[in-house]
Protein backbone atom coordinates (compact mmCIF):
# COMPACT_ATOMS: atom_id res chain seq x y z
CA UNK A 1 0.00 0.00 0.00
CA UNK A 2 1.04 3.52 -0.73
CA UNK A 3 2.75 4.88 2.41
CA UNK A 4 0.85 8.15 1.87
CA UNK A 5 -2.29 6.52 2.00
CA UNK A 6 -2.01 4.39 4.68
CA UNK A 7 -1.28 7.57 6.80
CA UNK A 8 -4.63 8.77 5.22
CA UNK A 9 -6.28 5.31 6.50
CA UNK A 10 -4.57 5.19 10.23
CA UNK A 11 -5.67 8.83 10.81
CA UNK A 12 -9.11 8.23 9.85
CA UNK A 13 -10.03 5.87 12.37
CA UNK A 14 -12.05 6.32 14.91
CA UNK A 15 -9.72 5.70 17.75
CA UNK A 16 -6.88 7.72 15.83
CA UNK A 17 -9.00 10.97 15.48
CA UNK A 18 -9.65 10.98 19.36
CA UNK A 19 -6.18 11.59 19.55
CA UNK A 20 -5.31 13.73 16.61
CA UNK A 21 -3.84 16.94 18.64
CA UNK A 22 -1.39 14.85 19.88
CA UNK A 23 -0.28 12.58 17.41
CA UNK A 24 3.12 13.73 15.17
CA UNK A 25 2.62 16.05 12.14
CA UNK A 26 1.67 14.10 9.08
CA UNK A 27 5.12 15.35 7.09
CA UNK A 28 7.18 13.98 9.97
CA UNK A 29 5.23 10.31 9.84
CA UNK A 30 5.81 9.90 6.37
CA UNK A 31 9.50 11.34 6.43
CA UNK A 32 10.26 8.29 8.68
CA UNK A 33 8.10 5.91 6.40
CA UNK A 34 10.39 7.39 3.63
CA UNK A 35 13.54 6.48 5.91
CA UNK A 36 12.80 2.86 6.79
CA UNK A 37 13.31 0.52 3.76
CA UNK A 38 10.50 -1.58 2.74
CA UNK A 39 12.67 -4.72 3.09
CA UNK A 40 14.79 -4.32 5.67
CA UNK A 41 16.15 -2.47 8.93
CA UNK A 42 17.11 0.90 9.75
CA UNK A 43 18.60 1.19 13.43
CA UNK A 44 16.03 3.90 15.83
CA UNK A 45 19.70 6.28 15.79
CA UNK A 46 20.77 6.13 11.87
CA UNK A 47 16.86 7.16 11.19
CA UNK A 48 17.16 10.11 14.11
CA UNK A 49 19.93 11.29 12.42
CA UNK A 50 18.47 11.51 9.09
CA UNK A 51 15.74 13.92 11.26
CA UNK A 52 16.16 17.88 12.18
CA UNK A 53 17.41 17.80 16.13
CA UNK A 54 14.44 19.83 16.92
CA UNK A 55 12.07 17.23 15.64
CA UNK A 56 13.83 14.40 17.12
CA UNK A 57 11.97 13.75 20.40
CA UNK A 58 8.68 13.76 17.94
CA UNK A 59 10.43 11.42 15.75
CA UNK A 60 10.95 8.93 18.28
CA UNK A 61 7.60 8.92 19.77
CA UNK A 62 6.22 8.94 15.77
CA UNK A 63 8.14 5.34 15.42
CA UNK A 64 6.54 4.22 18.33
CA UNK A 65 3.00 4.91 16.80
CA UNK A 66 3.89 3.52 13.53
CA UNK A 67 4.80 0.46 15.30
CA UNK A 68 1.62 0.55 17.01
CA UNK A 69 -0.10 0.97 13.74
CA UNK A 70 1.41 -1.71 12.44
CA UNK A 71 3.45 0.04 9.68
CA UNK A 72 6.65 -0.88 11.09
CA UNK A 73 8.10 -3.20 12.82
CA UNK A 74 10.56 -2.38 15.97
CA UNK A 75 13.39 -5.31 16.21
CA UNK A 76 15.20 -4.97 19.79
CA UNK A 77 19.07 -5.13 18.69
CA UNK A 78 20.98 -8.53 19.55
CA UNK A 79 22.81 -7.92 22.59
CA UNK A 80 26.78 -8.08 22.25
CA UNK A 81 26.84 -11.71 23.47
CA UNK A 82 24.19 -12.81 20.65
CA UNK A 83 25.96 -11.09 18.02
CA UNK A 84 29.18 -12.78 19.09
CA UNK A 85 27.81 -16.46 18.50
Given at each position: ?????????????????????????E????????I????????????????A??????????????????????????S??????
Amino acid sequence: MDKSLLLVRFRSLEMVGAMRAVLPPEPLTERILVIVPEKGSVTLHDLLAQIAPEHRNIAARAVVWLAKMGAITIIPPLSPRRQAR
